[in-house]
């Protein structure tokens, strides 16, 4: 089942020539209204009335988020104060938040875009959805929310966070699908675990994740822990929320489909911002199609992923790879550049290792140290009697299990990333866990003296 099946079977060349004809509409509409985009209309000698639509779309420089701060709070705004219908702000991961809004049509087609994405996902009418992302100015609660309703689910809004009872309402309401951040799913898969509820218990089948950088290392505990099929959610505030691309269940790990009848992406050189061949690693940028109260132009995610064009099998729209992190997170130590993600990857090898690890950097002298802690798997911990205690150096000097461990981990790091990091192992539950939204695995204490 597709929920919109014209329009993600569109043809490509009818694809195409609707995103064109919706992009010289919003670009005539924000010459009428937007004076930011006016200004930049006329520095890069773009005639509204003339503008040819994609072709000439990469004349136009970005939209970044330091826009968004520059004409904080309403600055960029298309429609007057009262047509807006609801206000939202960017979570602020990556500084001050960022104000976006939405006018009644906007958010109809927040939850079009939505609705369609959790049937991409595996959900249909009639399922139960327990949505455990955060409700309020955050767009991910309130987008799926209603994107759920949309399709015909039941909701429960549960939000994040309060693990005690997302484990009760899941026994007792018995919903068939989670909606949470992968790290909080994790730490529920994990609880489970814990206090020994089968995962059959529950009744969950289908988990849709978003909004931080997830590896599949951490979609095999997930779906394992809490028996689920779990697919990639993908969205950010600037453009509208959670659902501008979605993982098909039965195409996991083949790339997100990003609907491009409303959101048109293109991949550039980081550096440069010049177009990256297909295929290749560059910075998502999205321009708005539809967008009425907040349109925008070219906008600088500053995610890291590619695009393909041939894995599509069900919808010709394009579809994105994972997104590896945000160029902020790229870190540059002495002179190597890696995600802390790619990490994540080197421990799904290591069958003794969890996936809960914490990349921390250092400033030694004026040489930057990168360290990753790691906890050990839970068997290997109750196999040497350490399940219940926070592991030292000593322990690791003691066993050779952990020795080998640590060993290999840091051989591993550094043939694939050709760094050097220490690694310290820890015991169960002695590094920070999500507490409902975003997980930061990156500790940079080089400004810290
Ligand atoms: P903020 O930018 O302050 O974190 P948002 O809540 O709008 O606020 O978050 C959007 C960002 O979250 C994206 O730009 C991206 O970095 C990250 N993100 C969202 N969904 C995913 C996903 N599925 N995979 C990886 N990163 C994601």
Redesign the pocket.
């Known amino acids: 089942m597709l929920f919109q099946p014209d329009i993600e079977r569109l043809p490509l060349p009818q694809l195409r020539a609707l995103q064109n004809a919706r992009l010289k509409e919003q670009v005539a509409y924000l010459a009428a209204r937007v004076p930011f985009y006016q200004r930049k209309f006329a520095e890069a000698g773009i005639n509204p009335a003339t503008f040819r639509g994609l072709e000439d779309l990469t004349k136009l420089g970005f939209t970044k988020k330091a826009d968004f701060r520059d004409n904080y709070p309403l600055g960029l705004f298309a429609v007057p104060e009262n047509e807006v219908a609801r206000l939202h702000c960017?979570?602020?991961?990556?500084g001050k938040?960022t104000v976006v809004g939405y006018t009644a049509g906007d958010l109809a087609i927040f939850s079009e875009v939505v609705a369609r994405s959790l049937v991409a996902a595996g959900c249909r009418p009639g399922m139960k959805v327990q949505n455990a992302y955060g409700y309020g100015l955050?767009?991910?609660g309130l987008g799926l929310h209603y994107g759920a309703e949309r399709l015909g689910l039941t909701v429960i809004p549960v939000s994040g966070g309060s693990t005690d009872r997302q484990l009760q309402l899941l026994q007792d309401f018995r919903p068939e699908i989670l909606c949470a951040t992968p790290s909080y799913a994790q730490v529920l898969a994990e609880e489970l675990h814990r206090r020994g509820i089968a995962p059959e218990a529950i009744n969950l089948k289908l988990a849709v994740?978003?909004?931080?950088?997830?590896s599949e290392a951490l979609r095999t505990q997930v779906q394992d822990g809490l028996h689920v099929a779990a697919t990639?959610?993908?969205?950010?505030?600037?453009i509208l929320?959670?659902g501008i691309s979605q993982e098909d269940v039965d195409e996991r790990g083949t790339g997100s489909y990003i609907w491009e009848d409303h959101f048109y992406p293109e991949i550039v050189d980081k550096d440069t911002g010049e177009p990256v061949p297909e295929g290749q690693p560059g910075v998502l940028i999205f321009t708005t199609l539809t967008k009425k109260a907040l349109p925008i132009l070219r906008y600088w995610?500053?995610?890291i992923t590619h695009l393909t064009y041939d894995h599509s099998v069900k919808r010709t729209h394009v579809k994105m790879g994972?997104?590896r992190g945000?160029a902020d997170d790229m870190l540059i130590i002495r002179g190597v550049n890696f995600f802390p993600t790619q990490v994540e990857d080197i421990i799904s090898q290591l069958p003794h290792a969890s996936p809960h690890y914490q990349v921390v950097v250092t400033r030694q002298g004026s040489l930057d140290e990168v360290a990753v802690h790691v906890e050990v798997a839970e068997p290997l911990l109750r196999a040497l009697g350490l399940a219940a205690t926070p592991l030292t150096a000593t322990h690791v000097q003691q066993h050779d299990a952990l020795r080998a461990l640590q060993g290999t981990f840091a051989k591993k790091i550094k043939d694939n990333i050709g760094l050097s990091m220490r690694v310290f192992l820890l015991g169960s539950g002695q590094l920070p866990r999500s507490e409902g939204g975003?997980l930061s695995r990156v500790l940079d204490r080089r400004a810290e003296r």
């Open positions: 960017s979570s602020g991961t990556t938040a955050f767009t991910g994740l978003g909004a931080e950088p997830w990639n959610i993908y969205g950010l505030s600037e929320g959670p995610t500053g995610d994972p997104i945000r975003k």
